[in-house]
Nanobody, 121 residues
Framework: VQLVESGGGLVQAGGSLRLSCAAS????????MGWFRQAPGKQREFVAA????????LYTDSVKGRFTISRDNAKTTGYLQMNSLKPDDTAVYYC???????????????WGQGTLVTVSS
């Protein structure tokens, strides 16, 4: 699976962005899709994940109620809608694909190149 993120950029605190993850290659619908992020000087952390059927989702506590993960298997694209953004959300955001629903980065076999989100105060 090849993954390409888009939609990052600069936004003021309180604003919104929607990230997209376009997939190609193996059947996208067979994979769990996840989003991770890495802030400067910090380790990569889990943000959200969604099952292949969209029936199950996971979120890290810091984004619950603000971020929404979704996917459109017909378009082989995943999304991360980010609302009420905070400066602490500033990071490179990566989408990833896994065969199982997990918060662990080592469970994800395929990764995109990342897209930068910068939230100004």
């Amino acid at each position: 699976v090849q993954l390409v993120e888009s939609g990052g950029g600069l936004v003021q605190a309180g604003g919104s962005l929607r990230l997209s993850c376009a997939a190609s290659g193996r059947t996208f619908g067979n994979y769990v899709m996840g989003w991770f992020r890495q802030a400067p000087g910090k380790q990569r952390e889990f943000v959200a994940a969604i099952s292949w059927s969209s029936g199950s989702t996971l979120y890290t506590d810091s984004v619950k109620g603000r971020f929404t993960i979704s996917r459109d298997n017909a378009k082989t694209t995943g999304y991360l809608q980010m609302n009420s953004l905070k400066p602490d959300d500033t990071a490179v955001y990566y989408c990833a694909a896994s065969q199982g629903l997990s918060r662990r980065s080592d469970s994800f076999n395929y990764w995109g190149q990342g897209t930068l989100v910068t939230v100004s105060s």
